[in-house]
């Protein structure tokens, strides 16, 4: 499978960069400390949505808007930030989004989904009753299903590695959390468009391991449930066009408890006074394992989001 070329992502950056400026990159001091080396955090959360989903939303509306294909609406499965992006974007290019949610979704990211006009169902009780709905509902109602992994959404996405790459000093390691596979393929394609040797570090949660069992195994292995504080991680089915890229361009991957998502996001905010939702923690966390084992030097973490229902965020902090 071909990865974005380095032009390709520098074009989507200058497509997307009037409704997403460049987010932030920052060492932090107290992060460092913890960690027992430099660490340099790629603030995504500080997008227009609070995620780095919303690039490959906008570079996937203008794509379709430059093909010319005409459709009455996209329609999509998320537990929340690809549907936020789909729902920015589609705004932005005038086309219609539907959105479907398992129940018990996050209430936060469903109600920011509808202030930006998408269509909200509910169906099913995880992300993969979710997906398996919307695929039903697109041929049924003749509108273009778009998943969360494919290369489009990953060309958009990697304009944030871009950032992160030429913004930081070299970096050795970069940890990225791992739900569908977009946020990580985006931080392999620029790594190799760039020609460096940075390793790239995987993350899943332990309640969602689908992609780390599918890596030890070399082929797809789904798993009876997904169930993790990092909604965003909470995938019981792997893409197998992710896997293909994670395969030949991850160092490794790391299974993370929710226990040490929480403390992540704990240390977020009183380290950096960052809110940071569980799978956008997910990275840290893992680096955070790794400290005592590992060698320091200088690394990178993304945090991917910071979309957090106030609940779950003050239950988090009481456990502290």
């Not at 190799?192 to 969602?208: F, K, R």
Request: aromatic letters at 6%; proline letters at 5%; glycine letters at 10%.
């Amino acid at each position: 499978m071909s990865l974005p070329t380095l032009s390709e992502i520098e074009a989507a950056a200058a497509i997307i960069r009037p409704w997403c400026p460049p987010t932030p990159q920052y060492a932090w001091p107290l992060l460092a400390a913890r960690a027992g080396c430099e660490v340099w955090v790629k603030h995504e959360n500080q997008t227009p949505i609070g995620a780095f989903k919303l690039r490959g939303g906008l570079y996937y509306l203008h794509r379709l808007r430059a093909s010319g294909r005409r459709c009455k609406g996209l329609i999509s499965a998320t537990r929340g930030n690809h549907g936020q992006s789909l729902a920015l974007a589609g705004r932005a290019f005038g086309v219609p989004v539907h959105i479907v949610v398992p129940h018990g979704n996050s209430v936060e990211k469903n109600a920011a989904m509808r202030a930006l006009g998408a269509n909200l169902l509910e169906i099913g009780d995880d992300y993969e009753d979710a997906r398996l709905a919307a695929e039903s509902l697109a041929a049924e109602r003749s509108l273009e299903m778009v998943s969360s992994f494919n290369l489009t959404l990953v060309c958009g996405v990697a304009t944030y590695a871009l950032e992160f790459f030429r913004h930081c000093p070299p970096l050795e390691r970069v940890y990225v959390g791992i739900g569908l596979g977009s946020g990580a393929s985006g931080l392999i394609a620029a790594r190799d468009a760039l020609g460096l040797n940075t390793e790239i570090v995987g993350v899943v949660a332990e309640g969602a391991p689908c992609y780390a069992l599918s890596l030890a195994a070399g082929a797809p292995v789904a798993t009876a449930q997904a169930l993790t504080i990092a909604d965003g991680l909470a995938c019981r089915s792997p893409s197998p066009a992710a896997l293909q890229i994670l395969e030949s361009g991850l160092a490794r991957i790391v299974q993370v408890s929710d226990t040490q998502i929480k403390a992540a996001m704990r240390a977020y905010y009183t380290d950096t006074h960052n809110l940071a939702e569980g799978a956008g923690a997910a990275a840290l966390a893992a680096l955070l394992l790794d400290s005592g084992t590992r060698p320091g030097g200088r690394v990178g973490v993304v945090l991917s989001g910071g979309n957090v229902d106030a609940a779950v965020f003050a239950e988090v902090l009481r456990e502290a």
